[in-house]
T-cell receptor, first 116, second 112 residues
């Protein structure tokens, strides 16, 4: 099976702009999670989508949003970019069924966002 | 916020030696996972150990979990240069939530 893919791999934006990142999960995986990785804060959970519904959300401002499509592909959007949004954004997919079990998450290569 | 801490923050050993990394966490968990990351790339899943398990093996990897001490360890035996990477533990606090809380990671360097 093909792995998790993320596009674009690299992105440079200026403050105040908005950006949309895309993630295609492993075929058959219905859960997609997004994480932000920075040198200072490490890996932090942004949100998780399952069957087109946001199931969980991390402690990030409303400028960070996402969605999931019927084919499980997901996008995340960051509006009004700030310098501190510069980070590696990672998406992960898993089988992620209902309550009662836990699943391995498989990560994509990430999108490196630089805000200038 | 970080769930816990990993120890050591950095580890440098000779090829062929064993490497042990430790992870501590703060809250009750359903499972704990270990991941590897090479130079700012995506994370590679290594092992998932559930809260009712005490030890798990996968090839040269051995993971232990002590829920009474809220700690886990990852042992890599017979290390290779290709094992050079950052290793992270991550906990899943809610069953089915698919929300991982990561530690700060251990930077492992294997010297040839």
């Amino acid at each position: 099976k093909a792995g998790v893919t993320q596009t674009p791999r690299y992105l440079i934006k200026t403050r105040g702009q908005q950006v949309t990142l895309s993630c295609s999960p492993i075929s058959g995986h219905r859960s997609v999670s997004w994480y932000q990785q920075t040198p200072g804060q490490g890996l932090q959970f942004l949100f998780e989508y399952f069957s087109e519904t946001q199931r969980n959300k991390g402690n990030f401002p409303g400028r960070f949003s996402g969605r999931q499509f019927s084919n499980s592909r997901s996008e995340m959007n960051v509006s009004t970019l700030e310098l501190g949004d510069s980070a590696l954004y990672l998406c992960a997919s898993s089988l992620g069924g209902g309550s009662g079990d836990s699943y391995e998450q498989y990560f994509g290569p990430g999108t490196r966002l630089t805000v200038t | 916020s970080q769930q816990g801490e990993e120890d050591p923050q950095a580890l440098s050993i000779q090829e062929g030696e064993n490497a042990t990394m430790n992870c501590s966490y703060k809250t009750s968990i359903n499972n704990l996972q270990w991941y590897r990351q090479n130079s700012g790339r995506g994370l590679v899943h290594l092992i998932l150990i559930r809260s009712n398990e005490r030890e798990k093996h996968s090839g040269r990897l051995r993971v232990t979990l002590d829920t009474s001490k809220k700690s886990s360890s990852l042992l890599i035996t017979a290390s290779r240069a290709a094992d050079t990477a950052s290793y992270f533990c991550a906990t899943d606090e809610e069953t089915g939530a698919q929300k991982l809380v990561f530690g700060q990671g251990t930077r492992l360097t294997i010297n040839p």
